[in-house]
């Protein structure tokens, strides 16, 4: 249902497990750029009713995340540590040229976001699959079934918004590139890295 071109090789639990602390740190800052995000996109594209709505309602859900996965780091006795570059995320930037007309860059804000999205909602199934620990388990096939309804909602407006053949088109292009990147990762305590 992803499309995603390349899965996680499914070790990466294990290194996840060694580091749970960290993976939880790095996954708070994931919910808080997520909700940056969709305040981003109202800011940027406020003409944008329906797109605008939708903003609202995901920015609330992201932050409540963000408060669930502050909320286990403190229950396991630990405080949040320091945000770090999401390595994934700064290559997944490169791919597509800036500037262009103002329709251009939201479908590729809207796919971007698509694709970061899928990638979460593949690792936090591995993550309820896999681990050992299952409360963080059943945690994260809550939050995995969230992920993959924004996945839909990304793609889907970035259909809307743009010719749909020619989103598809960059949609595709765009899975192949995040394959390669995911060649180099899969190796760190984080979410997309």
Request: glycine fraction near 4%; charged fraction near 30%; aromatic fraction near 10%.
């Amino acid at each position: 249902m992803l499309g995603l071109k390349l899965p996680t090789d499914p070790r990466w639990v294990n290194i996840v497990e060694k580091n749970i602390d960290e993976i939880l740190t790095d996954h708070a800052y994931c919910e808080q750029k997520a909700a940056s995000t969709a305040i981003s996109l109202i800011i940027s594209f406020p003409e944008y009713t329906d797109l605008v709505e939708e903003m609202i309602a995901l920015s609330r859900e992201e932050m409540a995340h963000f408060k669930m996965v502050h909320d286990l780091i403190i229950a396991r006795g630990q405080t949040l540590g320091r945000d770090r570059k999401d390595e994934y995320v700064l290559q997944l930037l490169k791919f597509f040229p800036k500037g262009g007309s103002r329709t251009t860059q939201l479908t590729h804000r809207l796919l971007y976001a698509a694709l970061i999205e899928a990638r979460s909602c593949e690792r936090f199934r591995l993550l309820s699959e896999q681990l050992k620990d299952k409360s963080l388990a059943d945690f994260y096939h809550k939050l995995m079934v969230s992920e993959a309804t924004h996945y839909v909602m990304f793609l889907t407006f970035a259909r809307k918004y743009g010719n749909r053949e020619e989103v598809d088109k960059k949609w595709q292009s765009l899975l192949d590139y995040e394959a390669e990147i995911m060649k180099n990762l899969g190796k760190t305590e984080s979410i997309h890295g």
